[in-house]
């Protein structure tokens, strides 16, 4: 497996900014190894070996531990996700011009979304390279996992976890059209709150009361974010979200009710008790 100084580095930001309950990219689901290459930093005749038994296999990634095949498998797991530019990718593997390594290794678009996963097996990152679709590299072979059908949890932080996914591989400012995106994530209430915000007539000479990411509560994007374990009570459930950049690490609670749909987010909590559903109301003059 390829290690960087940037591997180590990351060992030690997961190991302060994860717990023991965070929660990995679609809690219970199953993905299947379908497929392998030789990793764009092989040169010279005949590559790496591509070992035809790993491919079928599936890994799934559970609270603390992911079952797999050796070595992916493992114990003691802490999830992060991180925004990665192509630099960063495979633990600083690639070479340049890194854009084309990343698209070679079936990344295309940058930065990239990542699970990094640290466990008592090492350090492995799994980047985002499309819908239901991940590359890791292993003993110089990238090789690619595709998300196993009827495999998608139900769990409050399941919902979460793929609002978030979703939010950080588009535009991530609050816009009609980033809020319509999000609708199936949302109660019925939160997106007739979200409409009646867009149909307020604010002043084209002033910035909208919401100016930046309501998900995120910010203007500078995070690069980080673990998601913890659900507090469930009855019908309601909180998950909190650490999101984190070089400087900072603040809190966001999402707030979900249960209904005949399923888990849906009603409301967001940030770090000092204010409400996105308070930020929705229209300012009085």
């Known amino acids: 497996m390829r290690r960087a100084v940037l591997g180590a580095l990351l060992v030690a930001a997961s190991a302060v900014a994860a717990s023991a309950q965070d929660v990995p990219i679609e ?15 092989v040169t010279g005749p005949g590559g790496a070996s591509v070992p ?8 799934a990634f559970a609270i603390g531990r992911v079952a797999g095949p050796h070595p992916l498998g493992c114990g003691g797991a802490h999830y992060e996700f991180a925004m990665m ?3 960063g990718l495979f633990q600083g593997g ?21 699970l990094q996963v640290s466990c008592d097996k090492g350090v492995f990152d799994y980047h985002l390279a499309g819908p239901g679709r991940l590359v890791t590299a292993l003993d110089n072979v990238v090789w690619t996992l595709q998300a196993t059908k009827g495999a998608a949890s139900a769990a409050p932080e399941a919902v979460v976890a793929r609002l978030l996914v979703d939010h ?3 535009d991530m400012g609050f816009t009609v059209e980033s809020a319509a995106r999000k609708r199936g994530w949302f109660t019925a209430g939160l997106n007739r709150r979200i409409a009646a915000y867009f149909a307020a007539p604010f002043p084209d000479d002033e910035p909208p009361p919401i100016n930046g990411d309501p998900i995120t509560n910010s203007q500078d994007y995070p690069t980080r974010f673990t998601i913890a374990r659900a507090a469930v ?14 400087g900072r690490t603040r809190p966001t609670d999402f707030v979900l009710r249960r209904g005949d749909a399923g888990w849906r987010i009603d409301d967001l909590v940030y770090a000092d008790a204010t409400r996105f559903s308070a930020s929705l109301e229209p300012p009085k003059r």
């Open 27 to 41: 809690p219970g689901g199953a993905w299947k190894l379908v497929g392998g290459v030789p990793a764009p930093w």
């Open 52 to 59: 035809k038994g790993m491919v079928g296999k599936t890994l």
């Open 85 to 87: 530019p192509g630099e």
């Open 94 to 114: 690639l070479p340049a011009p890194v854009d084309a390594s990343a698209r070679k290794a079936g990344v295309a678009t940058l930065p990239a979304l990542s």
């Open 168 to 170: 950080f591989t588009h």
């Open 233 to 246: 009570r009855g019908r309601e459930a909180t998950v909190r979200v650490q999101f984190s950049d070089e």
